[in-house]
C-alpha cells in the first residue's frame, strides 16, 4: 500500500540551529512534492514545490532536497527562530493526478529561546 | 486579495444529526477541495471540484457525505447523518489553473465534534 511518513515526535530545537524533517514515502511515483505550514487553528500554508527532477529548491532560509532513489524528500530551516514553530506537512502529487495532493501526517517543531 | 472563507468555525452536534458546512474560494479559483482533517494527521482529500463538476470524491464517504458546487463558485459540504467519528477539522482549499502546478490556498478550517 502507499504511505506518506513523516516523524510524528516533535523536533524540538535551539534558536538559531537548523532543523531537518524526513518525509519518507512507499509505493508511489510522485511527480512532486509540496511542503506546507500550519499553524494551530489555520489551514496549511504552501512554503515550496519541488519538482522530480529537480535536487534541491531554497526559498530564503527554507532548503529543500527530493531524492527518487531514496524516495525520500528532507526539509531544512536555517537559523531557525521561535516564530517558525509549528506542524510542516508534506503532500505528494502522483502524475496524471491532476493538482491532487495526498498529506503525510506532519511533524511539530518547537523553536525554543 | 481575500482568502479562502468558511464558515462556521466551529460546529458541536449529536450523533446521527445533519450538519453543513460552507465554503467561498478565492475569486477566479476554478478548483475546489474539501478536506478532513482528523487530529494528529494530515488533511485527507474529501472532493475536488473543477469548476462545478466533480474531478474526484474517490474517498468521499458517499452513504453519508455530500457536496455540491452548483455555480463554479462557493460549495457546500453535508453530513448526513453524522457519527462519532466524523469529528475533525473540514478544511476547504482552491487553486488557479494557471500553469501545470498550482499551490493550494486553504481557508481556517471548521471544527466539528459529534458527540
Known amino acids: 500500500s502507499q504511505k506518506i511518513e513523516q516523524n510524528s515526535e516533535a523536533l524540538n530545537i535551539q534558536e538559531g540551529k537548523t532543523a531537518t524533517l524526513t518525509c519518507n514515502y512507499t509505493n508511489y511515483s510522485p511527480a512532486y512534492l509540496q511542503w506546507y505550514r500550519q499553524d494551530p487553528g489555520r489551514g496549511p500554508v504552501f512554503l515550496l514545490l519541488?519538482?522530480?527532477?529537480?535536487k534541491e529548491k531554497r526559498k530564503e532560509r527554507l532548503k529543500v532536497t527530493f531524492d527518487t532513489t531514496l524516495k525520500q524528500s528532507l526539509f531544512h530551516i536555517t537559523a531557525s527562530q521561535p516564530a517558525d514553530s509549528a506542524t510542516y506537512l508534506c503532500?505528494?502529487?502522483?502524475?496524471?493526478?491532476?493538482?491532487?495532493?495526498?498529506f503525510g501526517g506532519g511533524t511539530r517543531v518547537l523553536v525554543k529561546p | 486579495e481575500a482568502g479562502v472563507a468558511q464558515s462556521p468555525r466551529y460546529k458541536i452536534i449529536e450523533k446521527r444529526q445533519s450538519v453543513a458546512f460552507w465554503c467561498n474560494p478565492i475569486?477566479?479559483?476554478?478548483?475546489l477541495y474539501w478536506y478532513q482533517q482528523i487530529l494528529g494527521q494530515g488533511p485527507k482529500l474529501l472532493i475536488q471540484?473543477?469548476?462545478?463538476?466533480?474531478?474526484?470524491d474517490s474517498q468521499l464517504p458517499k452513504d453519508r457525505f455530500s457536496a455540491e458546487r452548483l455555480k463554479g463558485v462557493d460549495s457546500t459540504l453535508k453530513i448526513q447523518p453524522a457519527k462519532l467519528e466524523d469529528s475533525a477539522v473540514y478544511l476547504c482549499?482552491?487553486?488557479?489553473?494557471?500553469?501545470?502546478?498550482?499551490?493550494?490556498?486553504f481557508g481556517p478550517g471548521t471544527r466539528l465534534t459529534v458527540l
Open positions: 519541488i519538482r522530480e527532477n529537480e
Open positions: 471540484f473543477q469548476n462545478n463538476g466533480v474531478v474526484d
Open positions: 482549499a482552491s487553486s488557479s489553473n494557471r500553469g501545470q502546478v498550482n499551490e493550494q490556498f
Open positions: 503532500a505528494l502529487v502522483k502524475r496524471a493526478a491532476g493538482n491532487k495532493l495526498t
Open positions: 475569486s477566479g479559483h476554478a478548483t
